[in-house]
């Protein structure tokens, strides 16, 4: 038990719409980066946001985006969503973005594009 | 950019040592991490090394050679509930933030 919590568990979404996922950052921590993790493969970062501002990101389009909220929580949001898309997604959260510290990663978001 | 390598798959006995390597390139390096990741479960962290040499955290232990560019995970005693995957992770300082980036993980059996 980590303490950090995605919604949903499981998704499944058409090809061409739009997805929100959500991240509960375990408490106390104040900086949440996102993953996606397809099968058989290790997470692919997708972007970092420290104190509400993103912070750093990987190879993914501008049609993955992100928010953090006051109180750290966060989401990912992916329009136009394809059919390549389907994989875990996956948030870590972490106190301090450049701190030698772990990430705590939550279950994960399972999500099918059809 | 980062370059990081590991095996994809490795089979052990049920009290035995397996080591698991793992090499990278980065231009930036500031940390290695190991997680274990069971199928259909959220990684979970193992270790950290950011300095040459060995922590040593119960029946895990990882190595650090910064000079080389690798690391390994060493296991020891093995257990059935050690199988599961194992990711290494590099964290890179450069361009101003501190983004780990995974390997493909190294599947673990352990059997009997």
């Known amino acids: 038990e980590t303490g950090v919590t995605q919604s949903p568990t499981h998704l499944i979404k058409t090809r061409g719409q739009q997805v929100t996922l959500r991240c509960s950052s375990q408490?106390?921590?104040?900086?949440v980066s996102w993953y996606q993790q397809a099968l058989g493969q290790g997470p692919q970062f997708i972007f970092q946001?420290?104190?509400?501002?993103?912070?750093g990101r990987g190879n993914f389009p501008p049609r993955f985006s992100g928010l953090q909220f006051p109180n750290y929580s966060s989401e990912l949001n992916v329009n136009a969503l394809e059919l390549d898309d389907s994989a875990l997604y996956l948030c870590a959260s972490s106190l301090g973005a450049d701190l030698n510290t772990e990430a705590f990663f939550g279950q994960g978001t399972r999500l099918t594009v059809v | 950019g980062q370059n990081i390598d590991q095996p994809t798959e490795m089979t052990a006995t049920e009290g035995a040592i397996v080591q698991i390597n793992c090499t990278y390139q980065t231009s930036g390096f500031n940390g290695l991490f190991w997680y274990q990741q069971h199928a259909g479960e959220a990684p979970t962290f193992l270790s950290y090394n950011v300095l040459d040499g060995l922590e040593e955290k119960g029946r895990f232990s990882s190595f650090l050679s910064r000079s080389k560019g690798y690391s390994y995970l060493l296991l020891k005693e093995l257990q059935m509930k050690d199988s599961a995957s194992y990711l290494c992770?590099?964290?890179?300082?450069?361009?101003?933030?501190?983004?780990?980036?995974f390997g493909r993980g190294t599947s673990l059996i352990v059997h009997p």
């Open positions: 946001y420290y104190r509400e501002e993103e912070n």
């Open positions: 992770a590099v964290r890179d300082s450069s361009g101003g933030s501190y983004i780990p980036t």
């Open positions: 408490s106390g921590h104040n900086t």
